[in-house]
């Protein structure tokens, strides 16, 4: 039987300042630095052992996973970042307060941005300041595919093909795999791994710094999940 986990980061800067953060690339809080240290912590205590590691190419992801990996002994295991584990794209969202954009939108416009399956933010120029494609984490991709925004619909499929290529080989091969990413781009594969359907996936939370554990069959079929610490 495989184990994957999943975790959020730990809580941003720019969680704190209560702003869409999306690509843009801030870092962990000292909040969130003790949130992953933490998790980390509870990681240790359960004896859960990795043999593989993935996260994004965004600090806020990158350091959650280090802090995890150092305090539950395993920050020697193979780590791959992958820009296709990023946050979802906010589009021109990025930057902006989510309470005084909720003022000038109104809250349930807000809330479909944030949690709807397929509805896109404001798109983001590729020449607009902040834009992804001057990005050098970008450089090797075709700027055709570097997104202005995106939905919880596009970052799944985004998500998925590494998926398919990667992470599934490896739990079929019983392997042992931890993730830490975002929280959109890991309520995309919560919504794969457990089926959940287009609406109720609006309601789908993923907490800052709290492992979630799936255990699968030798099929790939998931057959528990459970979150440390509770």
């Keep these: 039987m495989a184990k994957l986990v999943l975790i959020r980061h730990g809580q941003s800067e720019w969680n704190l300042a209560n702003k869409f953060t999306g690509w843009v690339d801030v870092d ?9 240290k933490a998790a980390g912590q509870k990681i240790k ?8 590691a993935y996260t994004s190419v ?3 992801a990158i ?23 990023n946050e979802r794209h906010y589009g021109a969202l990025q930057g902006l307060n989510k309470k ?19 509805v896109l933010p404001p798109l983001l120029d590729a020449d607009a300041e902040g834009s992804a494609v001057k990005d050098p984490r ?14 919880l619909k596009v970052t799944l499929e985004r998500v998925m093909p590494f998926w398919e290529d990667q ?15 975002h929280g959109n781009s890991l309520r995309a594969l919560s919504k794969y791994i457990e089926r959940i359907s287009d609406d109720d996936i609006m309601n789908l939370e993923m907490a800052t710094g709290e492992p979630v554990v799936y255990d699968f069959d030798d099929k790939l079929n998931m057959t528990n999940k459970t979150k440390l610490g509770k």
């Design 28 to 36: 962990l809080s000292e909040k969130g630095v003790e949130e992953a």
């Design 100 to 118: 005084e954009t909720a003022e000038k939108y109104g809250d349930d416009q807000v809330h479909i941005w944030r949690r709807s399956y397929d």
């Design 167 to 181: 992470i599934a080989p490896k739990l079929l091969d019983g392997k042992n795999v931890i993730i830490a990413a």
């Design 63 to 85: 350091k959650t996973l280090h802090y995890v990996l150092e305090e539950s002994d395993q920050l020697w295991i193979p780590e791959t970042k992958t820009w296709r584990l």
């Design 138 to 151: 970008y450089a090797n991709l075709d700027p055709n595919i570097v997104p202005g925004g995106e939905n």
């Design 58 to 60: 965004l600090k806020r």
């Design 45 to 52: 205590e359960s004896g859960m052992k990795f043999d593989y």
